[in-house]
């Protein structure tokens, strides 16, 4: 009964976007403003609506209703409530509902906000955001339903249909399959929330821009609009990203954060547009420039949105992150074709009123740096689209599936990541409008020679003799050096200004300028991340042996030697073999680790969980790789040692730190003003 109930609201979801899409055409085209308003009403019942799909669908997963194909296959009796609840998004179906409910949420908050000085793009974000949500949930009741039934033929065979067959009866099922044991880990109860959120947020924006093409209006408003959706969507997509490298790191079993994986770069792609958008957008709110190259940004990451998605749950790419091989391939790709070219289309059709209202003047100023950021940001996207469709290419033509793998994408991006760092250095130092060699050069030498002597002569002094790696270390510390500079002089000005104290002018200076602090902060942390890139990319080392109780692995000052080996069964439906290992450094004893193997019963799967002793330093990472019958036998243990990785997490914090601060709301004088003549506003338009 329940099942039937999610379904038809689902399908009324479905039908109410559609009409929706429909009355918001016939009124701006009509100019009959009641039929605008009926559109907007029919995206704020979507989102109630889609939330009963939701919350009927978790019931169901919760309970148990084995007889649905998509419970029974991402639930069990073992597993516990919380689990049951975040198996929502651990299918494919149930994550087509997780994207739409998502969606419908962000649609239906942007249709709250006040529309006074706005109206015209109304009935076109509404167009946009149901034209995205019908999409997927097509896509969830005609190929990917959660509410489809298992049932047994006469023969005995089980077929599953949402209604019943003629002569089939209901399958009594008692168990699931249970979830995926890579998806037990608490970092994917939040990461693939966080994408998905990373990805929707991205929609907005998108609807705007498109509803300036349609409207006409070509200045900065609808960027201004927008400016805080953007920061929004970048911050989710870049917890997801941190999220996933975590992950990835605690259950994969294999030493390191990040394999280039064609699904990893899948979410990594929207986020290389995003970042390059939001750094163009202030070029053309301070300058006037960069109107054109704004639009073509927002549409990629739109479209990089749906072709990650696509990746992903269309099955044509092997990943450890994908789902299994589905039919809504091509509509997904129909879908990215057509909006790709209706975008364009209008994007030429307003091509000649994007035109700049002023020219770049000198190749030194702040914002010819930015844009040479965006062209090292789009490098990189290059890089990593030809990566992810070369295989499907080589298949396509060869019939054979060729593999790109790491080596390539680090010697490709390595370059450009330098760049980057690089930019993000010089860039603040430089003004706008005009900068020469000569004032950047004034700016630049106190910080520039603090990095060296940070960044080249410490590393230098602690035996580091990789010149790549001495390379990283200066950029790093050379952005360190001009961003806590940055800080220094406009908090040193502030207090001569007001007289306040050091720490209360920095307090203040921040506030008053979140956007320009908040990218100060995030630019810490993108040095903190650099380091641990650095120490885990350029001197991980590894080993691995076989060993007797008793016996010892040695890895660089690490000493690891193999206590004994427990196998026992859990109530949950896994049966576990934990190593304990005792571990000391330069022969001084620090503890002791438990590296374990889990089997789990319900989908015959093992999950490798290392044990890790972690320090700003270091961390050490054992893997339990095998095990003899008898534990004094011996077992395999894979050991890795990882230099400065904690820096990594680290920098991640201090990064969504910086972006909490950027994207933080604040009181904005063209809202202030918009605000005092609503009255009269409303008693002109009755």
Known sequence: MLANFGFGALLITLLISLYGIGAAIYGVRRNQPAWVESARLAMLLTFPLISVVALSLIVLLVSGHYELEFVSSVTSNSMPIYLRITALWGGQAGSLVFWSWLMSAFATAVTLRRWDRDREFLPWVIVVSLITLAFFLILTIFFENPF???????????????????????????????????????????????????????????????????????????????????????????????????????????GGYWGWDPVEIAAFMPWLTGTAFLHSVMIQEKRGMLKHWNMVLIILTYCLVIFGTFLTRSGVLSSVHA??????????????????????YLLMQRWDSLKADTHMTSMLSREALFLLNNLLFMSILVVCFWGVMFPLISELFTNQKVTVGPPFYERATAPLFAGLLLLMGVAPLSAWRHSTAKTLGRA?????????????????????????ALLGFWLSAFVASVTLYEFWRGALARRRKSGENLALALWRLAGRNRRRYGGYVIHLGVVLMAIGIIGIEMFQTETQGTIPRGGS???????????????????????????????????????????????????????????????????????????????????TFKIYHNPLVNWL??????????????????????????RAPRSAYAGAQV
């Open 323 to 344: 789902f299994a091989q589905s039919a809504i391939g091509p509509m997904f790709f129909g879908f990215i074709g057509l909006t790709f070219i209706a975008s364009l």
């Open 553 to 635: 692995l040695s890895l660089r000052d690490y000493t690891v030697t193999y206590q004994s080996l427990a196998m026992f069964d859990t109530p949950d439906g896994r049966n576990v073999a934990r190593a304990v290992l005792s571990v000391e450094k330069n022969g001084q004893y620090v503890g002791e680790l438990h590296p374990r193997r889990d089997y789990y019963f319900e989908s015959q799967q093992p999950m490798t969980i290392p044990g890790v002793r972690s320090t700003m330093e270091d961390d050490l990472y054992v893997l339990l790789v095998d095990w003899m019958p008898v534990s004094s036998q011996g077992a």
């Open 148 to 254: 489809e039934r298992i049932w047994r033929a006469p023969n005995g065979q089980f077929i599953v249909a949402m209604f019943q067959p003629a002569g089939a009866s209901l399958a009594m099922m008692r168990d699931g399959q249970g979830l995926n044991p890579l998806l037990r880990h608490p970092g994917m109860i939040i990461h693939p929330p966080m994408l998905y959120l990373g990805f929707v947020s991205f929609v907005i924006p998108y609807a705007f821009a498109i509803a300036a093409l349609i409207t006409g209006r070509t200045d900065d408003r609808w960027i201004r609009i927008t400016r805080r959706w953007a920061l929004v969507a970048w911050l989710f997509l870049s917890l997801g990203l941190i999220l996933g490298g975590r992950w990835a790191y605690d259950v994969l079993g294999w």
């Open 649 to 674: 997490w680290l920098g991640g914090l201090v990064f969504i730190l910086g972006t909490l601060i950027a994207a933080w709301p604040e009181k904005d004088p063209e809202e202030a003003v918009e």
């Open 444 to 468: 630049i030498w106190k910080p520039f020679i603090f990095s060296l002597l940070v960044g080249v002569l410490l590393p230098l002094a602690l035996g580091v003799r990789h010149w790549a």
